[in-house]
């Protein structure tokens, strides 16, 4: 399921690529870096409306000693709260911040208000961006607008990985995988290459002028 939204997300960024008709690997990887972080945001929205599912899931897997790849999916779940809930669910078992209430037999609480204003703030800058591509291109814009969306994702993920990944409490399961690094190694590799990359243009742009 997951493999597949990928797939789809993917065949549709390069379709819009096409359709912009961009001309460099910098440009096509701002739209489709930019056009993900529009659903990061709406998947992190979501939980403002389904935590309390997302608790109850939290604690099954917990108590279970299961996971999200051990279940029977369906495929109408991609198109509902489900699917990314679940996964949530999933990924929080390997976080300390949102299991050591379980170990303190306190039930599971998911920390979800960094998730809240990271999504604000995506889609903010997502749509800002995406307003330079489709209504009135700018590359110098969306090169200056990049910088700013991708060091703030860079700072986001440097101090999670140094003041959290450090104390993650593993749920001891034989099929889990280390979700924290697994699931930000983006986050760490993109901005690097979209800052560097705007960088460079920006300054080509200004010596040119």
């Excluded at 403002?48 to 109408?76: A, P, T, V």
């Excluded at 990049?146 to 399961?173: C, D, G, K, R």
């Excluded at 699931?183 to 800052?195: A, G, T």
Aim: with cysteine; hydrophobic share 50%; charged share 10%.
């Amino acid at each position: 399921m997951v493999i597949l939204w990928l797939l789809l997300f993917f065949i549709v960024s390069y379709a819009l690529c096409n359709y912009l008709k961009l001309k460099t690997a910098l440009l096509c990887t701002i739209f489709v870096w930019t056009f993900c972080m529009i659903f990061v945001s709406i998947f992190e929205m979501m939980l403002l409306f389904h935590n309390k599912y997302l608790e109850k899931k939290g604690n099954y897997y917990y108590d279970n000693n299961s996971c999200y790849w051990n279940e029977n999916q369906n495929i109408m779940d991609m198109f509902t709260y489900k699917m990314y809930m679940d996964l949530y669910a999933d990924y929080s078992l390997c976080d300390k911040r949102y299991c050591q209430n379980m170990v303190k037999n306190e039930g599971f609480r998911f920390v979800f208000l960094g998730e809240i204003i990271h999504g604000f703030f995506c889609i903010i800058m997502s749509m800002i961006i995406m307003y330079f591509y489709f209504v009135q291109f700018n590359e110098l814009y969306i090169y200056l607008f990049a910088i700013i969306f991708t060091s703030s994702q860079f700072a986001l993920i440097l101090w999670y990985l140094t003041s959290v990944f450090l104390e993650m409490n593993y749920v001891e399961n034989t099929g889990f995988v280390p979700y924290p690094l697994l699931w930000n190694v983006p986050w760490v590799i993109l901005p690097l290459y979209v800052i560097y990359g705007c960088i460079v243009k920006i300054q080509q742009m200004t010596i040119r002028k």
